[in-house]
């Protein structure tokens, strides 16, 4: 078989067809408006909290990995990391020397206590006792005063950081730079305020912004150092391969416990790429699940088309004869009906397209930041097509199976 | 030649009823011949032509158009045939109504798989030989009848087929109209085209040079008109 007769004369047939009647054209086309919007916006929406949650974690350094008590994402029982024991400071300064292809280990620890400045308050504050080496493993930079130094550490100087959000709710307009603050009862000196994360916290993630940075020493002789369970962040030299750099540090820390070949770890090893593992789990079902239902108004529409292409053959049965006669093959009528419904749906699409832009600008303004992006156009555009494909096959199968005879004889 | 059928039967089932449209016809008909068919309703004349033209094939017996046995083609080959050696123009014109002159005319060379700009060339070549050119670019609806059915003729000859089949071409029109696609019709068999015209009025038939009588399946005559003695007589002074 020879190429089917040239596209834009089939395009052009197509449009005619629509064009003959043009407000049930509209009103079909309706449907898949509606249909594309839908899907569109869900995965718009999804894109949008993807890029947000990815954008807060990225402070974690996706090159870190962070010695832990407890896995940050697990799933079974609870219970089988309770009973580990704490990670202790001095766990640190062994690792520190013992690992040798590390270039930075940060400890920290952390407890909630309430914040005051003046009159105002707030409640459960993350407060994090840190070092000076939180600049070399973590992304995240002060976006005015200073960070924490080694010699703010080795003083014990009762000094803060806080995130973007404290500042925001405590201070408001007021410049925080070197004002008292009571962290419990405790009064630090702001040094730093750090540059906006964006939060993860609607995800029930760490909240980056919601937290204030105090030297580790100073830390412990406020907030106490019995019992208190530590956090290891240790980043790899340039050119170490991660995997093998966990290889490492697990063993090292096996080292440090004291642990027999038979014994299992008793502490855990986390990074980032957990939580965003976790998270597109959690997302990806709630995509898919978003993705089903709006996917069934798109169905709705298709199933709206093909009842319209059903009237269309029929209608135009005579025409179909004439084609026929005049030396039209099935596959040329299969084509042109297709081609029609493609075209309907195609139409719908991209009003479709045009309509998820206006509502993404709405969303961006009062809800959250998101932006349609290329893939999702072409993918919507995609879907409106093989929507018209699969509504409009059945009724072009239909007229290209017509006998001329009878559908020259139709009136 | 330029068809030529032997022994042609056509049954039809109509409910547990079995109908003979066509007993063991064999007919022959040469080029630049100008044949009209002819007979009541139910002689199985509409048979006869859907046969012809290769709209349907037939039950038993053999069918060659031209150099082709269309007898046991399947629907795609026969629409090939049709494209390429066959142009129709029936009662109710039947063009497209979305589409313009050229358009309608242009449609059996799409369905050809010809090239748009060698389109364009015998196009304006079929819409010039009926006296269109000027209205090329007019819907079917803002025509008269004769100009339709002079648009249907354009679209019948755009390819240049080996038969122009005319089914009741007059049947819509007015007597005058009507004399004037027959004059149309007549200057293309002058122009050496194959025509088969189906009709049952006996005005129209003697435009042919041949008639055809069919009558319950069966070719009851076939004669030459006397127009056609006319030429003969003019030829062999």
Same mark, same amino acid.
């Not at chain 1, 962070?66 to 079974?76: C, K, N």
């Not at chain 1, 493993?137 to 009762?158: A, H, N």
């Not at chain 1, 906006?196 to 580790?216: H, K, L, M």
């Given at each position: 078989?020879?190429?089917?007769?040239?596209?834009?004369?089939?395009?052009?047939?197509?449009?005619?067809?629509?064009?003959?009647?043009?407000?049930?054209?509209?009103?079909t086309?309706?449907?898949?408006?509606?249909?594309?919007?839908?899907?569109?916006?869900?995965?718009t929406?999804?894109?949008?909290?993807?890029?947000?949650?990815? %954008?807060?974690? @990225? =402070?974690?350094?996706?090159?870190?990995?962070?010695?832990? !008590?407890?896995?940050? &994402?697990?799933?079974?029982? *609870?219970?089988?990391?309770?009973?580990?024991?704490?990670?202790q400071?001095?766990?640190?300064?062994?690792?520190?020397?013992?690992?040798?292809?590390?270039?930075?280990?940060?400890?920290t620890?952390?407890?909630?206590?309430?914040?005051?400045?003046?009159?105002?308050?707030?409640?459960?504050i993350n407060?994090?006792?840190?070092?000076?080496?939180?600049?070399?493993v973590?992304?995240?930079?002060?976006?005015?005063?200073?960070?924490l130094?080694?010699?703010d550490?080795?003083?014990?100087?009762?000094?803060c950081?806080?995130?973007?959000?404290?500042?925001?709710?405590?201070?408001?307009?007021?410049?925080?730079?070197?004002?008292?603050?009571?962290?419990?009862?405790?009064?630090?000196?702001?040094?730093?305020?750090m540059? %906006?994360?964006? @939060? =993860?916290?609607?995800?029930?993630?760490?909240?980056?912004? !919601?937290?204030?940075? &105090?030297?580790?020493?100073? *830390?412990?002789?406020?907030?106490?150092?019995?019992?208190?369970?530590?956090?290891?962040?240790?980043?790899?030299?340039?050119?170490?391969?991660?995997?093998?750099?966990?290889?490492?540090v697990?063993?090292?820390?096996?080292?440090?416990?004291?642990l027999?070949?038979?014994?299992e770890?008793?502490?855990?090893?986390?990074?980032?790429?957990?939580?965003?593992?976790?998270?597109?789990?959690?997302?990806?079902?709630?995509?898919?699940?978003?993705?089903?239902?709006t996917g069934?108004?798109?169905?709705?529409?298709g199933?709206?088309?093909?009842?319209?292409?059903?009237?269309?053959?029929?209608?135009?049965?005579?025409?179909?004869?004439?084609?026929?006669?005049i030396?039209?093959?099935?596959?040329?009528?299969?084509?042109?009906?297709?081609?029609e419904?493609?075209?309907?749906?195609?139409?719908?699409?991209?009003?479709?397209?045009?309509?998820?832009?206006?509502?993404?600008?709405?969303?961006?303004?009062?809800?959250?930041?998101a932006?349609?992006?290329?893939?999702?156009?072409?993918?919507?555009?995609?879907?409106?097509v093989?929507?018209?494909?699969?509504?409009?096959?059945?009724?072009?199968?239909?007229?290209?199976?017509?006998?001329?005879?009878?559908?020259?004889?139709?009136? | 030649?330029?068809?030529?059928?032997?022994?042609?039967?056509?049954?039809?089932?109509?409910?547990?009823?079995?109908?003979h449209?066509?007993?063991?016809?064999?007919?022959k008909?040469?080029n630049?011949?100008?044949?009209?068919?002819?007979?009541?309703?139910?002689?199985?004349?509409?048979?006869?032509?859907?046969i012809?033209?290769?709209?349907?094939?037939p039950?038993?017996?053999?069918?060659h158009?031209?150099d082709?046995d269309?007898?046991?083609?399947?629907?795609?080959?026969?629409?090939?045939?049709?494209?390429?050696?066959?142009?129709?123009?029936?009662?109710?014109?039947?063009l497209?109504?979305r589409?313009?002159?050229?358009?309608?005319?242009?449609l059996?060379?799409?369905?050809?798989?010809?090239?748009?700009?060698?389109?364009?060339?015998?196009t304006?070549?079929?819409?010039?030989?009926?006296?269109?050119?000027?209205?090329?670019?007019?819907k079917?609806?803002?025509?008269?009848?004769g100009?339709?059915?002079?648009?249907?003729?354009?679209?019948?000859?755009?390819?240049?087929?080996?038969?122009?089949?005319?089914?009741?071409?007059?049947?819509?029109?007015?007597?005058?109209?009507?004399?004037?696609?027959?004059?149309?019709?007549?200057g293309?068999?002058?122009?050496?085209?194959?025509?088969?015209?189906?009709?049952?009025?006996?005005?129209?038939?003697?435009?042919a040079?041949?008639?055809?009588?069919?009558?319950?399946?069966?070719?009851?005559?076939?004669?030459?008109?006397?127009?056609?003695?006319?030429?003969?007589?003019?030829v062999?002074?």
């Amino acid at each position: 078989m020879r190429k089917f007769y040239s596209t834009t004369a089939a395009f052009r047939i197509a449009l005619e067809a629509i064009r003959a009647n043009k407000s049930r054209g509209i009103l079909t086309t309706l449907g898949i408006v509606i249909g594309i919007v839908a899907v569109v916006t869900t995965m718009t929406a999804a894109n949008g909290l993807g890029n947000r949650f990815k %954008e807060s974690v @990225s =402070a974690l350094g996706s090159d870190v990995l962070y010695v832990s !008590r407890r896995p940050w &994402v697990f799933s079974g029982n *609870f219970f089988q990391f309770r009973n580990r024991q704490n990670l202790q400071m001095r766990e640190a300064q062994k690792l520190n020397t013992g690992l040798k292809n590390a270039l930075a280990i940060n400890p920290t620890t952390n407890t909630n206590k309430n914040v005051k400045y003046l009159s105002k308050t707030l409640e459960a504050i993350n407060i994090i006792g840190t070092t000076e080496k939180h600049m070399v493993v973590s992304s995240s930079v002060p976006e005015s005063g200073r960070f924490l130094t080694g010699f703010d550490i080795q003083s014990k100087k009762r000094v803060c950081v806080i995130g973007s959000e404290i500042k925001e709710n405590l201070f408001g307009d007021i410049e925080p730079i070197n004002k008292k603050m009571k962290l419990g009862r405790y009064t630090y000196r702001v040094v730093g305020v750090m540059e %906006e994360q964006g @939060s =993860a916290g609607f995800f029930g993630g760490p909240n980056f912004d !919601r937290q204030i940075f &105090v030297p580790i020493t100073s *830390f412990m002789s406020s907030f106490g150092s019995h019992n208190r369970d530590f956090n290891i962040a240790v980043k790899a030299a340039p050119g170490v391969v991660l995997a093998d750099f966990e290889y490492e540090v697990i063993g090292e820390m096996r080292k440090i416990r004291k642990l027999k070949p038979t014994e299992e770890d008793d502490f855990s090893i986390n990074q980032m790429n957990q939580l965003v593992g976790a998270y597109n789990n959690v997302m990806g079902v709630i995509v898919i699940i978003g993705l089903v239902i709006t996917g069934i108004s798109l169905f709705v529409g298709g199933i709206g088309v093909m009842n319209i292409m059903f009237v269309s053959v029929t209608e135009r049965t005579k025409e179909i004869g004439v084609r026929k006669a005049i030396g039209a093959k099935r596959k040329s009528i299969l084509t042109q009906f297709l081609f029609e419904s493609s075209t309907i749906c195609l139409i719908g699409g991209v009003f479709g397209i045009v309509l998820s832009f206006g509502i993404t600008a709405l969303i961006n303004k009062l809800v959250m930041p998101a932006t349609i992006s290329l893939p999702i156009v072409f993918v919507a555009l995609l879907v409106s097509v093989l929507t018209g494909i699969f509504s409009g096959f059945i009724p072009a199968f239909k007229a290209s199976k017509l006998n001329p005879t009878e559908a020259l004889r139709y009136e | 030649m330029a068809l030529n059928i032997q022994n042609i039967s056509k049954k039809y089932v109509m409910g547990i009823e079995e109908v003979h449209a066509l007993k063991d016809v064999s007919l022959k008909i040469d080029n630049n011949e100008y044949v009209a068919i002819m007979g009541p309703s139910g002689s199985g004349k509409s048979t006869m032509m859907n046969i012809l033209g290769c709209l349907d094939i037939p039950t038993t017996g053999t069918y060659h158009l031209e150099d082709e046995d269309v007898s046991e083609m399947d629907d795609d080959q026969l629409a090939d045939v049709r494209n390429r050696k066959i142009g129709f123009v029936f009662q109710t014109f039947n063009l497209i109504p979305r589409a313009d002159v050229f358009h309608n005319v242009e449609l059996p060379l799409i369905y050809g798989n010809i090239v748009p700009q060698k389109r364009k060339v015998m196009t304006d070549e079929a819409i010039e030989k009926v006296g269109l050119t000027d209205r090329a670019h007019h819907k079917p609806n803002e025509l008269s009848g004769g100009q339709r059915q002079r648009v249907a003729i354009a679209r019948a000859l755009v390819n240049n087929p080996a038969i122009i089949f005319a089914d009741e071409p007059t049947g819509n029109l007015d007597s005058v109209t009507g004399r004037e696609i027959m004059g149309i019709l007549d200057g293309l068999h002058r122009a050496g085209n194959t025509i088969i015209l189906v009709t049952h009025e006996k005005e129209i038939a003697e435009h042919a040079h041949r008639i055809i009588w069919l009558r319950d399946g069966l070719i009851e005559s076939d004669t030459v008109t006397q127009r056609a003695a006319a030429t003969m007589e003019i030829v062999n002074n």
